[in-house]
C-alpha cells in the first residue's frame, strides 16, 4: 500500500510537471503543535495515550500552475515533530517531509490538499537519564530477530489554507495527521502515529 502510494503521489508530480503553464518556487518555515498518539492493548482494551509539544518547519516549495485557479505544490521541509509525554519522558522526532498539494486560488487565497510523506532522520526517546534511539535495532522477543522500535517512513494526508500577497508573501496554516502505523514492534508501543498543526510564512521567488 505504502508503495502504491508513493507512486500515485510522484505520477501526479509528473503529469503536473507535464501539464504546468507556469512553475516558480519558494521557501517557507514555521511552528506548530505536534501530537503522538499510542494506542496499546491491554486486558482485552486499547488503552490511548497522547504526547504533545511544540515543533517547528524549515524547507522549500514549488508552485505549478495547471490552470489559472489551480496548481499542484510539493515542499520539502525539514521537520520537528517532538513531544512531551510525560514530565520524564519525551520523544525526539526529526523527519522530511514531502507533503503534496492541490490547491484552488482565488483573489490571493488559496485551499488545498493532498499526500505527506515522511522519512525519518532521528528518533530518540528520553527519559531523563540517557536516550534511547528508536532506529536502532535490536532483538525482539524470545528469537534472535532485530528490530527497530519505529519504522522511518510514515504516509500521511495533509490539509492547507492561506493567502499570497501581491508582493509573492505567503502566509498559510495546515493540518498534517500521520495515517501509518510507526510502531515496528506493537507489542511495546503499540499503534503510533503523528499529526501537526501549524502555521507558515514564506516568500515565492520569481513570479
Known amino acids: ?30 511552528a506548530q503543535q505536534n501530537t503522538i498518539s499510542m494506542k496499546q492493548e491491554g486486558d482485552g482494551e486499547w488503552n490511548r495515550y497522547l504526547s504533545s509539544g511544540a515543533g517547528f518547519h524549515v524547507g522549500g516549495l514549488a508552485d505549478i500552475s495547471l490552470t489559472k485557479n489551480i496548481s499542484v505544490q510539493p515542499a520539502l521541509l525539514f521537520n520537528s515533530k517532538s513531544a512531551l509525554l510525560n514530565s520524564e519522558v519525551s520523544f525526539k522526532l526529526y523527519a522530511l517531509d514531502v507533503p503534496v498539494n492541490f490547491l484552488y486560488k482565488t483573489g490571493g487565497f488559496f485551499l488545498g490538499l493532498g499526500p505527506n510523506l515522511s522519512y525519518g532522520l532521528s528518533a530518540k526517546i528520553a527519559t531523563g537519564e540517557n536516550d534511547q534511539d528508536l ?12 528490530k527497530t522500535i519505529l519504522k522511518r517512513f510514515e504516509v500521511g494526508a495533509n490539509v492547507t489554507m492561506g493567502y499570497q500577497f501581491k508582493n509573492n508573501l505567503l502566509i498559510s496554516t495546515n493540518y498534517t495527521q500521520g495515517l501509518s502505523n510507526l ?25
Open 1 to 30: 500500500m505504502k508503495k502504491t502510494f508513493v507512486l500515485m503521489t510522484a505520477l501526479a508530480i509528473s503529469c503536473a510537471t507535464v501539464k504546468a503553464q507556469k512553475a516558480s518556487f519558494g521557501i517557507k518555515a514555521g
Open 135 to 146: 532506529y536502532k535495532k535490536q532483538p525482539v522477543g524470545e528469537g534472535d530477530e532485530e
Open 183 to 207: 510502531s515496528n514492534i506493537e507489542g511495546e508501543l503499540g499503534k503510533m502515529r503523528t499529526r501537526q498543526i501549524g502555521i507558515s510564512v514564506g516568500y515565492m521567488l520569481g513570479k
